[in-house]
C-alpha cells in the first residue's frame, strides 16, 4: 500500500508540474493558438443566441453603432507586427519565472492530494480501477502468450530460409528478406487476431469490447509493426538474410536497446496514459508520459555515451585512411563532438515536449525525420559517388592505341570531378536540412525571381566550365595524337615544338575565355576586367622588362626556326639536348643528366649541331717516322669497314680526306671528315675510332704520345755511368730496381 501511495504522489507532483507549465505558456505557445481562441468565441456567440436577453442586448449595440465606427478592437491598430529581440527575451524572461511561481503552487497542492489519498477521500475508485486491471491482465496474457507461439513458428521459417539463401547474391538475399518479412507480420496479424477473438468471447461481455481492451490491442500492433521493421532492417537473428554491413554484435546490441526503447514508448503512450487517463486526474497522467520520457531520455544517454569511442573510429577512418577532402575534415570535426550534439538534441527535444507538446513537438520531430531521410538519401547518393570514383576508366583498344594519354588523363581527372560532385551533394543536403528546419526557405527563394536569376546564372556558368574542360581533354587528346609517330605521319622536330608551344597557348587563352564567361554569366561587368588587364600588361610591360625580353626573343627565335624539341644544342654556355620548349625559356639536358633552363633573355647566339647534316671530324696524330700515304690508306679502311656496320646507313657522303693539317711536339695530324644524317656523327665516330686503333696496330703505325728522355752524362771513354736507384727508407724490405745498363730512349 505504501509503494501505491508513494508512485501517486510522484505522478500527482509531476503532473502538477507540468499543468503548472500549461497554465503559464510562453509567448509563442500561447501566439501559436488562434485555432483554440476561434473555438472559444464561437462558443460564446451561441451562447448569446441562445439566450433572449443576451441576444436582445446584442442587437440594441449593433443599432447603436454608427456606420463609419470602427470596432474598438479593430481600431487600435499593432504597436508592433512583430516582436523585437528585446520584447521577445523580456517575455520568455516573464514566462520562466511565472511557471517557477506556478511549479512552486503545485508542489503545495501535491501534498494535499497525497494527504487526501493517504486517508480514503481520494474520488480515485480504486476497486473499479483494479477490476480493469485484472481484465486487462489476462488479455495481455493471452495476447502476449498467441504472440510467443506465432514468434516461434516464425522463427523457425526465418531460420530455414536463411539457411536456404546463405551465401547467396544479393537479390536472392532480397526475396529471402522480403519473404521473412511477411511471415514475421504474418506473425504479429495472427496474435492481434487471437486477441481479439479473446477478448469478444471470453473476456467481459459476449461480443462487446472496452475501451481499455482496444488501446491495448491497438498499441501491441502498432508496436510489434515498428519491431518487425526493426527486425528486417538489422536481422539480428538470421546473419544470411542482413543487408546492413554490421556485425552479429552491433546488431543484436543495437536491436535490444531500440525494441525495448519503442515499447517502452509506444505502449506507454498509446494504451497506458490513455487508459489510465479514464480514471486518474490528468496531471497524474501527464506526470507519468514525463517519468517514461524522462526514463527513454537516460537511456538513450546511455547509449549515446556508450557507443561515443566506436562512432568516433567510424568518422576517423576517412582522414586516417589519408584523404584530406572536405568531407573528410568534416568527418574528423563531427567525430570530436557528435555525442555532446546529439545528447544536447534530446535534452532539447525532451524540454519542447514538456514545454509545448501539441506544437513545437510535432514540428521538432517532422524535421528531425526529415533531415535523417536528407542524411541516410545524401549518404546512399555519396557512396554511389565514391564507388565512381574507385571505378577506373576503360577505354577501347584501338583508342587507347591512338591516344595513349587519353586513358590516364581520364583516370586522373574523374576524382575530382567526383569530388566536385561529392561536394555539391554534401551542399545540397545541408540545404534541405536548413529548409527542414524552416531555418531559411530555400524553395521560396528558388521560386522567386532573385533565386531563378542566380540558380540560371550557377547552372550556366557550370555548364561553361564544363565545355571547356571538354574542349580543352580534346585539344589534348588531337596533339597526343598528331605527335604519335604510329599513327599518320612521323612529326617532325618542327612540329613537335609548335604543337607543344600551341597547347601552352591555347591553355591560356581558353582558360582566360572560360573565366570571362562564367563571370559574365555571373553577373559581373568583364569590361573593366579587361580595361585591367590592359592596365596591368602595361605595368607588367614596365616593370617586369626581363620577363618581356624573354618573350619577345623567344617570339623571335620560333620564327626562325633556330631549335627545335630533340634538337643538340649549345645556348647560354651550355650544351645538351633540347627537353622543353616555351615562348620564355628552353630546358637543356646535358650529358651528365644535368636540367638547364636557360631565359632566352640571356641567350645572345644559338648553336645548333642537328641541322640538315653533321661531320665526325677524325683529327689521327702519327709518327713522324711513319708514310703518310700508308696512313691515309689506313685511314680508308676503317672508313669503309665503318660502312659495313649498322652507321653505314647513316653515312651520306665519302669520306673527305683533308690530309695533314698540323705538326705537333710529337705528332704529325692528319684529318678527315665523315658527312652523316643530324645526330649520328657521334655514334659514327666512335666506332671510327675503334676501328683506326685496330687498323693502326695491325699495320704498325705508331700513334705516338708525350715521351721523355733522361740523360745522365758520359765520362771521358764515352760510357754512361751505372743508374742505381736506392729502395725507399721506410721500406727496408723492398728490393732495389736493377742498375741501368745504358741510357733510356
Known amino acids: 500500500m505504501r509503494l501505491w501511495v508513494l508512485v501517486a504522489a510522484f505522478l500527482i507532483l509531476a503532473g502538477n ?21 476561434g473555438a472559444a468565441s464561437v462558443d460564446d456567440l451561441v451562447r448569446i443566441l441562445e439566450d433572449d436577453k443576451l441576444r436582445a442586448d446584442l442587437l440594441q449595440r449593433l443599432k447603436q453603432r454608427q456606420p463609419g465606427q470602427q470596432a474598438p478592437a479593430a481600431a487600435a491598430p499593432q504597436a508592433e507586427a512583430e516582436p523585437g529581440f528585446a520584447r521577445s527575451v523580456a517575455e520568455y524572461t516573464k514566462a520562466i519565472a511565472e511557471q517557477s511561481a506556478g511549479a512552486l503552487s503545485a508542489t503545495i497542492q501535491t501534498f494535499r492530494q497525497l494527504g487526501s489519498i493517504v486517508s480514503g477521500e481520494s474520488q480515485v475508485d480504486m476497486l473499479r480501477l483494479r477490476d480493469v486491471g485484472v481484465a486487462l491482465g489476462f488479455v495481455a496474457l493471452a495476447l502476449f502468450g498467441s504472440f510467443l507461439i506465432a514468434r516461434l513458428l516464425a522463427e523457425r521459417v526465418q531460420a530455414g530460409l536463411a539457411r536456404r539463401v546463405a551465401g547467396s547474391s544479393w537479390p536472392a538475399r ?16 495472427l496474435a492481434w487476431g487471437a486477441g481479439y477473438l479473446l477478448v469478444l468471447n471470453l473476456v467481459g461481455t459476449a461480443g462487446r469490447i472496452t475501451l481499455e481492451q482496444t488501446l491495448l490491442l491497438n498499441a501491441f500492433l502498432a508496436v510489434e509493426i515498428v519491431k518487425v521493421a526493426m527486425r528486417a532492417v538489422l536481422e539480428p537473428r538470421h546473419p544470411a538474410l542482413r543487408l546492413m554491413p554490421i556485425d552479429d554484435t552491433t546488431a543484436a546490441y543495437w536491436y535490444f536497446w531500440l525494441a525495448r526503447l519503442i515499447s517502452l514508448l509506444g505502449y506507454t503512450f498509446l494504451f497506458v496514459a490513455p487508459a489510465l487517463a479514464l480514471y486518474l486526474p490528468a496531471a497524474a497522467v501527464q506526470a507519468l508520459k514525463v517519468l517514461v520520457m524522462l526514463t527513454a531520455l537516460v537511456i538513450a544517454i546511455v547509449i549515446i555515451l556508450q557507443n561515443r569511442l566506436q562512432v568516433r573510429r567510424r568518422l576517423f577512418a576517412a582522414r586516417e585512411a589519408g584523404r584530406h577532402d572536405l568531407l573528410a575534415q568534416a568527418s574528423h570535426v563531427a567525430g570530436q563532438f557528435w555525442h555532446v550534439v546529439v545528447v544536447t538534441y534530446l535534452i532539447g527535444v525532451f524540454l519542447v515536449w514538456l514545454v509545448n507538446p501539441l506544437q513545437a513537438l510535432p514540428f521538432v520531430l517532422g524535421a528531425t525525420v526529415q533531415s535523417v531521410v536528407i542524411a541516410i538519401l545524401g549518404g546512399v547518393v555519396l557512396a554511389f559517388v565514391s564507388r565512381l570514383v574507385n571505378v577506373s576508366v576503360r577505354l577501347p583498344e584501338d583508342v587507347r592505341l591512338r591516344l595513349p594519354l587519353l586513358e590516364p588523363r581520364l583516370q586522373a581527372f574523374a576524382p575530382r570531378v567526383m569530388q566536385i560532385v561529392r561536394l555539391l551533394v554534401l551542399a545540397a543536403v545541408l540545404l534541405l536540412i536548413v529548409q527542414a528546419w524552416h531555418v531559411l526557405d530555400i524553395f521560396a527563394w528558388l521560386a522567386s525571381a532573385s533565386g531563378q536569376r542566380l ?21 589534348l587528346s588531337w596533339v597526343e595524337y598528331r605527335l604519335n609517330p604510329d599513327f599518320g605521319t612521323v612529326p617532325t622536330a618542327r612540329e613537335k615544338t609548335l604543337l607543344a608551344l600551341f597547347r601552352n597557348a591555347f591553355t591560356v587563352a581558353l582558360a582566360v575565355l572560360v573565366l570571362m564567361l562564367a563571370l559574365a554569366q555571373l553577373g559581373l561587368n568583364i569590361a573593366p576586367l579587361l580595361a585591367g588587364a590592359g592596365v596591368l600588361g602595361l605595368a607588367i610591360g614596365f616593370g617586369a622588362q626581363k620577363l618581356v625580353q624573354d618573350i619577345i626573343t623567344g617570339v623571335f627565335i620560333q620564327f626562325e626556326n633556330v631549335m627545335n624539341e630533340g634538337d643538340v644544342v649549345q645556348v647560354g654556355g651550355k650544351s645538351g639536348v633540347v627537353e622543353r620548349l616555351t615562348i620564355r625559356s628552353v630546358s637543356i639536358r646535358s650529358l651528365d643528366g644535368t636540367v638547364h633552363l636557360i631565359p632566352f633573355s640571356s641567350v645572345d647566339h644559338v648553336s645548333n649541331m642537328m641541322r640538315g647534316f653533321s661531320f665526325h671530324v677524325a683529327e689521327i696524330g702519327v709518327a713522324y717516322r711513319e708514310n703518310i700515304p700508308e696512313v691515309k690508306e689506313a685511314m680508308e679502311e676503317a672508313f669503309e669497314r665503318l660502312k659495313d656496320t649498322e652507321h653505314g646507313e647513316k653515312i651520306i657522303g665519302p669520306l673527305d680526306m683533308q690530309g695533314i693539317t698540323a705538326f705537333g711536339d710529337s705528332a704529325i695530324t692528319v684529318r678527315a671528315r665523315i658527312k652523316t644524317l643530324p645526330g649520328a ?3 659514327a665516330g666512335r666506332a671510327y675510332n675503334e676501328f683506326i686503333k685496330e687498323i693502326f696496330d695491325r699495320r704498325g703505325i705508331e700513334i705516338p704520345f708525350p715521351h721523355v728522355t733522361l740523360y745522365m752524362g758520359e765520362d771521358k771513354q764515352g760510357k754512361a755511368p751505372p743508374l742505381h736507384v736506392q729502395g725507399r727508407l721506410d721500406n727496408p724490405a723492398r728490393p ?7 741510357p733510356p730512349e
Open 17 to 37: 508540474l507540468v499543468s503548472a507549465q500549461e497554465s503559464h505558456p510562453p509567448p509563442a505557445a500561447a501566439s501559436a493558438a488562434p485555432g483554440q481562441a
Open 174 to 189: 532480397s526475396a529471402g528478406l522480403v519473404v521473412a518479412v511477411m511471415v514475421d507480420l504474418a506473425g504479429v496479424a
Open 455 to 475: 540558380a540560371g546564372a550557377l547552372v550556366s556558368a557550370a555548364l561553361i566550365v564544363l565545355i571547356g574542360l571538354g574542349v580543352y581533354v580534346a585539344m
Open 681 to 683: 656523327q657521334w655514334g
Open 736 to 742: 732495389t730496381a736493377p742498375a741501368a745498363k745504358g
